[in-house]
């Protein structure tokens, strides 16, 4: 198609939406990517390669970022600017990567000015800024989870730990950068936890503590694609938390993942989309908050069935990453037709056969205090057609050199015929990397292998 022709302007008020009307009247879209990270890159080198793109900005963008695109450096909670940069570039789409942008209103601010948004409103976006809301909305919708409470003040919540036995699940209500989870092995520890949090640790976000019996199975993610009234499962994944090898230390964002991973079968599959994704969909357009992007869906596979440990109201980092190198669909409609209303046009989309594997770099001292300023080489040679190296906390220094700017810093990812061989090229890529102070788990995969 033609890049020249440009969607016209109040793309909204179009009588067609489709992508394949888009294409057939020879449109090429402006599209408006918000965030920084490995997910982002992952995203933009997806939505770079459509044919129905014509002009790709990414906000703030980061060094990996602006070699597929142009970069602005906008923060992602600067709403504001961020709706600025959309009228500017005339955006025919703004996709949403990070979760601060959402809880900030973004797509509330773009919804006035009529610019279609992959990504949920502030209300609908609760299902992850807030712990407590989505326990109490899968209560109201017979929702399949953990047992719970939610509290506001460190006595009822110590007393209500009398009801579970060890370990206990303490969960901060707000977003925590996937830190604000402890699982206590003791009474004491679940205790200081619940001081901690309360206490102040991460500010209005611990204001209120969800306490949770601690469900037993393996943990895997389930993706999901939602308009606001039709869903569409949309990739799976299994990734590790824990800081080290061995699934030990402190929980973190996620040091790595893969995909597909078989102990989410489609019948399990099939459960989870009946008995989760369609009454949360259903739910919230009910109660007037329909939800419009991705739903992500913590699954705790448990000897009665999957339960839901958590909901993310946009793709995980790093489960994004793999779900882009198996993706062989044209990302681009899936998030055309989720900002407009159009979900129920498109077929399922179709997957490359292969495992895609992704290991994440980070600098010491993630997840507590991370040190960043040290030079990393080598990320710029021929890892081969089945590696991808995605930026997550870089940042080009006033030298030309590349440095730490973050906890995770690089997504080493690669694709294979099955995980072993996936495994294989991605660690045969960390060990090319030349950074001495980074560090990595070696046993990323391990459960399915």
Known sequence: MSRGQRVPQGLVDQPDLTP?????????MN????????????LAWKIAASPLVGRLVTAPGNPGIAALCETRPIKVTDVEALVALAQEIAADLVVVGPESALERGLADR??????PCFGPTQAAAQLETSKAFTKDFTARHNIPTAAYGVFEAAGPAKAFLDGFTAPYVVKADGLAAGKGVVIAESRAEAEAAIDDMLGGRFGQAGARVVIEEFMTGEEASLFALSDGQAAMLFGVAQD???AFDGDRGPNTGGMGTYSPTPILTPALMAEAEQKMIAPTVAGMAAEGHPYRGVLYAGLMLTPTGPKLVEYNARFGDPECQVLMLRLKSDLVPYLLAVATGTL?????????????ICVVLAAPGYPDAP?????????EQDFGPDVAIFHAGTERAADGSLRAAGGRVVNVCARGVDLTEARAKAYDAVAKIDWPEGFHRTDIGWRAL
């Open 20 to 28: 394949a009307a888009v294409q057939a009247k020879g449109w090429a």
């Open 31 to 42: 599209i408006l990517l918000v965030g920084s990270g490995g997910r982002e890159h992952a």
């Open 110 to 115: 773009l919804a006035e000015l009529g610019i």
């Open 240 to 242: 590790h938390k824990r």
């Open 344 to 356: 129920d046009q498109l077929p399922a989309p179709q997957w490359h056969d292969e495992a895609a």
């Open 371 to 379: 040190v960043t300023g040290s030079v990393i080489t080598g990320l």
